[in-house]
């Protein structure tokens, strides 16, 4: 059975270009389009897709907010975003929000349908497409940093700028608050901030919420 893909895109021809791949594939079958405006609530609901690929890029609008804001509020299909640009604080995010993969949009064809196959097939672990695999593996091995957090503390700042007591974080982290603390107590000394608000500010700064 071919996958179902709805398609977030605010650049006509780029949405042409993928319906007219998509019409000759027999993996896959259009199901639907949106530039992520105000018809995208009303289309998300009424398609049937089984995956959703989604630009970051789009106009005015952020593709990570309409994913936390709108796409999660309705589906839990996955989500595959597709960027122009490889940036790492992108790549982080997208796996932070628990998105599926992350790929540019200078891969092939080939490259395209396997990255759709492996965001709709078990074990749903986050990847990213060929070009982008050093970096990440870079970051993650501690060889490059963009931040001067730990992945792990990169981790954490949704979390702790979401307004919830530490006590039902750590909680919901299974971790003890102990723990939560010391982390919540480091990130603020790399960063020399001394409130949560100020953890928000660079956050948005650095697109991490």
């Excluded at 730990?150 to 979401?162: A, F, K, V, W």
Aim: proline content about 4%; glycine content about 4%; aromatic content about 8%.
């Amino acid at each position: 059975m071919a996958i179902r893909i709805f398609c977030i895109e605010d650049q006509p021809i780029i949405t042409e270009g993928y319906k007219a791949f998509i019409d000759q594939s027999e993996l896959l079958m259009w199901s639907g389009s949106s530039n992520g405006g105000e018809d995208l609530n009303f289309k998300l609901k009424e398609h049937r897709y089984d995956i959703i690929i989604l630009d970051i890029h789009l106009g005015n609008l952020n593709g990570f907010d309409i994913y936390q804001q709108k796409i999660r509020t309705i589906t839990k299909v996955p989500v595959l975003v597709i960027s122009a640009t490889g940036k790492l604080n992108n790549i982080l995010k997208a796996r932070n929000l628990g998105i599926a993969g992350f790929v540019t949009k200078f891969i092939t064809s080939l490259e395209f349908e396997q990255a759709i196959k492996k965001a709709t097939s078990p074990p749903n672990r986050f990847f990213v497409s060929n070009d982008l695999e050093c970096l990440l593996n870079d970051y993650d091995n501690n060889k490059i940093s963009v931040l001067p957090l730990t992945p792990r503390e990169i981790e954490l700042i949704p979390h702790l700028i979401s307004g919830k007591p530490s006590v039902e974080i750590a909680k919901t982290l299974s971790t003890s608050y102990y723990t939560l603390e010391t982390h919540k107590k480091n990130i603020f000394k790399k960063l020399n901030i001394q409130t949560v608000l100020q953890l928000l500010h660079y956050a948005q700064e650095h697109d991490l919420v």
